[in-house]
């Protein structure tokens, strides 16, 4: 799955928690037939091939319009840790990396970062930047200039045809159970550690990226609205320019 930043953005994946109906052995026909019938339909996918279920993934998950992943992976052995809700072009989370985390939010086409000390420490080691930025930002959200692209590939985490674009040749691997949601795994010829799974039941969402551990990314609250999705108050934010010395 393809690399979207330094901090080792791969392919994302969706963890889908489906509820489904149970009865026991000896309950009467009317409970059974209402417990098949909310159990989710396969959808077909299963039958498809490679590149038109990852194209059927990709159509469901912009038309629920919102989602959160979570997880972690790795850049050149370095772990990155991913905490993002995302809606839209929108996005509210963070990647941590080596210490180093980096807050971002997005709305409504603004961007907003905020970095903690670490972050600065490891872009100057000699902690002078570290120093300037704790004194003159705090906890502010920093807000970059429209000109300003040094971010785009931590923020390009809202793209999703980014998001499930192969690095080689997608084909088809087993159907099974995956976070309780029956799935194809999808392999990727270019990544061969990566299996992303596409739910085979209700709408085809991408279910897991299964990596081996500490790496792996899941999804959850599709289609939520999130509350925390919102510009921040003109008070806790601090413009680029008055950054520059």
Request: hydrophobic share 45%; proline share 4%.
């Amino acid at each position: 799955m393809k690399s979207v930043s330094r901090a080792g953005l791969a392919a994302l994946t969706m963890s889908a928690a489906l509820l489904a109906g149970c009865g026991s052995g000896d309950g009467d026909a009317a409970t059974t037939a209402a417990a098949t019938s909310a159990a989710p339909a396969a959808n077909g996918v299963a039958d498809l091939p490679a590149d038109a279920i990852v194209a059927k993934a990709a159509a469901a998950l912009k038309a629920a319009k919102s989602f959160h992943v979570k997880g972690a992976m790795t850049d050149n052995g370095d772990v990155t840790d991913i905490d993002m809700k995302i809606s839209g072009a929108d996005v509210i989370g963070a990647l941590e990396f080596g210490g180093a985390k980096l807050e971002m939010l997005a709305v409504g086409g603004q961007r907003y970062i905020r970095p903690n000390e670490a972050f600065w420490t490891m872009i100057d080691s000699s902690g002078a930047t570290a120093k300037l930025m704790k004194d003159a930002v705090g906890t502010k959200w920093i807000k970059p200039s429209a000109t300003d692209t040094s971010f785009n590939d931590f923020f390009s985490i809202t793209n999703v045809d980014d998001m499930l674009k192969a690095t080689g040749t997608m084909s088809k691997g087993e159907v099974k159970t995956v976070e309780g949601v029956p799935a194809i795994g999808l392999l990727d010829s270019g990544d061969a550690k990566s299996t992303l799974y596409i739910a085979t039941t209700g709408e085809p969402y991408p279910v897991k990226l299964d990596r081996p551990a500490p790496e792996g990314l899941t999804f959850s609250e599709i289609g939520a609205t999130f509350a925390e999705l919102k510009a921040p108050a003109a008070t806790e934010v601090i413009d680029q320019s008055a950054l520059k010395k």
